[in-house]
């Protein structure tokens, strides 16, 4: 039995993915009795949700957990689990490097964790780590409705796991196969956080693209979601080449809650490390693409992800690269220096770019992307945009923080206007990455 209102602390490291499946965790503990705490000093669970995707996370995570020991030395009554992609991953190592963990717990082993808590409370202390990290193609949480504590925005995970298998990536390992969650319990959810506040909803997945539920694509759930009253705006992360259909962008072109904004990664500029990372696409279909989707949708704002320094890529692939975001001209991106991940093909490939190399790639990249970020915001100055209010501006309590519908930041004035309000802003000066915004 589960003592009333046990106290837990949940920290999360890593993607949206990893903050949605926190939101699950919360509604579990939640529906089970337990009490959220925002200090883990005065916890008596606490859960580090984790991410493996990307070599910092994983680091940082398995920093936090190692910091974490000074707590259980305090009260060896203190539970202490670790959740997510590194359970997957890494399981036996975490028991071995961290002795004191009391959970390790996988990410489609959630609903165990009631009992799994329950039985660890009344164990003698100093047990070695229960571990629960088995993948379940069935599993996904369709029934379990995100936890929503307040603000304006909310995720929903609409696909769990991924099927392309790119060469560089662990997503497949450590969070399964491709499957898609019914339709009308996706709707359901968004319909429960805009009765908690809501207002601007990202559906997620590894490849949301692939959504297929009873022959609704997910064209069909933009749609369905956008249609919900109450919602102000809909976005979505992430898209893959492969799967992405000009019925996307009709919608957004045609639903104004639909966000004109598309984070499509293309991981490199040159075809034969495109082959290598087995992403199923040469350059020129990602160009064919990015420019269907600009005639449908004119102001479309465009994100991607990029890796430098991959096995065996060479400066002139490299160069092919930078060639490519010249042409594109990209809002923004995110771009990393390789790193091998567990389990994947490319850690099997020599990693035969050596490091000051990948830096100084990585170190060029930043700064070319950079400067065109500047100048496409440079050219929306003096635009008049609908900006939705998702609180206080973080360095100013008389200013309100928002974004345009195409994501980019602004600050304003406050004038009696509330967090989840629609406002008309004209763009003003620019700071940083930030507008300065003024009631239009």
Same mark, same amino acid.
């Given at each position: 039995m589960i003592p009333k209102e046990t106290s837990v602390f949940l920290q999360t490291y890593g993607c949206q993915m990893n903050v949605a499946d926190s939101r699950t965790v919360e509604s579990i503990l939640l529906d089970a009795g337990f009490r959220s705490v925002g200090n883990p000093d005065v916890a008596e669970v606490i859960l580090v949700n984790t991410c493996a995707v990307r070599e910092s996370a994983e680091e940082r995570a398995l920093g936090q957990l190692a910091s974490l020991s000074r707590l259980k030395t305090q009260d060896g009554n203190r539970i202490i689990g670790v959740l997510g992609c590194i359970p997957q991953e890494m399981k036996d190592e975490l028991v071995r490097r961290l002795p004191f963990l009391d959970l390790v717990v996988g990410l489609d082993e959630y609903r165990q964790l009631p009992y799994l808590i329950e039985e660890r409370l009344a164990a003698a202390p100093g047990q070695p780590a229960h571990v629960a990290a088995k993948l379940n193609r069935r599993e996904l949480y369709d029934d379990v409705a995100p936890h929503h504590s307040g603000g304006i925005t909310a995720f929903v995970t609409i696909t769990r796991g991924c099927d392309k298998f790119c060469s560089f990536c662990v997503v497949p390992y450590v969070r399964g196969r491709e499957r898609s969650r019914p339709l009308v319990s996706i709707i359901a959810d968004v319909e429960q956080l805009v009765?908690?506040?809501?207002?601007?909803?990202?559906?997620?997945?590894?490849?949301?693209?692939?959504?297929?539920?009873?022959?609704?694509?997910?064209?069909?759930?933009?749609?369905?979601?956008?249609?919900?009253?109450?919602?102000?705006?809909?976005?979505?992360?992430?898209?893959?080449?492969?799967?992405?259909?000009?019925?996307?962008?009709?919608?957004?072109?045609?639903?104004?809650?639909?966000?004109?904004?598309?984070?499509?990664?293309?991981?490199?500029?040159?075809?034969?490390? &495109?082959?290598?990372?087995?992403?199923?696409?040469?350059?020129?279909?990602? &160009?064919?693409?990015?420019?269907?989707?600009?005639?449908?949708?004119?102001?479309?704002?465009?994100?991607?992800?990029?890796?430098?320094?991959?096995?065996?890529?060479?400066?002139?692939?490299?160069?092919?690269?930078?060639? &490519?975001?010249?042409?594109?001209?990209?809002?923004?991106?995110?771009?990393?220096?390789?790193?091998?991940?567990?389990?994947?093909?490319?850690?099997?490939?020599?990693?035969?770019v050596p490091e000051t190399e990948k830096i100084r790639r990585l170190e060029a990249l930043i700064s070319l992307q950079k400067r065109i970020s500047r100048e496409r915001n440079l050219a929306q100055l003096g635009r008049v945009d609908s900006v939705l209010i998702e609180g206080v501006a973080p360095k100013s309590s008389s200013q309100w923080f928002g974004r345009t519908p195409d994501f980019r930041p602004v600050v304003f004035s406050q004038n009696g206007e509330m967090p989840g309000q629609v406002v008309r802003v004209k763009l003003g000066e620019l700071s940083g990455f930030t507008f300065r915004g003024h009631p239009a």
């Open positions: 009765t908690k506040g809501a207002r601007e909803v990202m559906l997620l997945g590894q490849n949301v693209d692939a959504y297929q539920w009873d022959g609704k694509s997910f064209a069909d759930c933009l749609e369905a979601v956008a249609a919900i009253e109450g919602l102000q705006r809909v976005r979505f992360l992430t898209s893959h080449p492969q799967d992405i259909h000009l019925r996307i962008f009709e919608v957004m072109r045609d639903n104004p809650k639909v966000c004109p904004y598309l984070h499509l990664p293309i991981q490199s500029g040159s075809n034969r490390i &495109l082959a290598v990372m087995n992403r199923g696409y040469p350059r020129e279909r990602y &160009l064919e693409i990015i420019e269907s989707a600009r005639e449908i949708v004119p102001d479309l704002a465009l994100s991607t992800d990029i890796i430098v320094g991959f096995p065996s890529e060479t400066e002139g692939e490299f160069d092919e690269t930078l060639d &490519l975001v010249r042409r594109v001209r990209f809002d923004s991106a995110f771009m990393f220096k390789y790193s091998a991940r567990p389990h994947t093909k490319a850690a099997c490939m020599p990693d035969n």
